[in-house]
């Protein structure tokens, strides 16, 4: 079983920048592929960003956050990040850590979530 625990959320200006982290319980953290999603009030969740189960993995980034955010992890840590740079109103949503046994984009894939945490970008 792995638990997944999300902080870093919270209210910052459009042009601002907030780093996400993702904590991981288990033994199997390296193993798995690590993503990063969201959802807004009266949308579905979508994907965010990716990372396969190598430090320094393949990752993979939806266009809307493609150049603006960062996903990285640190294995020794079992933690997770996602940096997120140049923040927009439209980036305003509950993100959601989650791990998979293979990378994908679809949250189907993914067999663990963490509870979410707020962000809040104003204009």
């Known amino acids: 079983q792995v638990q997944l625990v999300e902080s870093g959320g919270g209210l910052v200006q459009a042009g601002g920048s907030l780093r996400l982290s993702c904590a991981a319980s288990?033994?199997?953290?390296?193993?798995?592929?690590m993503g990063w999603f969201r959802q807004a009030p009266g949308k579905e969740r979508e994907f965010v960003a990716a990372?396969?189960?190598?430090?320094?993995?393949?990752?993979y980034y939806a266009d809307s956050v493609k150049g603006r955010f960062t996903i990285s992890r640190d294995n020794a840590k079992n933690t997770v990040y996602l940096q997120m740079n140049s923040l927009k109103p439209e980036d305003t949503a509950v993100y959601y850590c989650?791990?998979?046994?293979?990378?994908?984009?679809?949250?189907?894939?993914?067999?663990?979530w963490g509870q979410g945490t707020q962000v809040t970008v104003s204009s």
């Open positions: 990372i396969s189960w190598r430090s320094a993995g393949t990752t």
């Open positions: 989650a791990a998979a046994w293979s990378p994908g984009v679809v949250p189907t894939n993914y067999n663990y």
């Open positions: 288990g033994r199997t953290f390296s193993s798995l592929s």
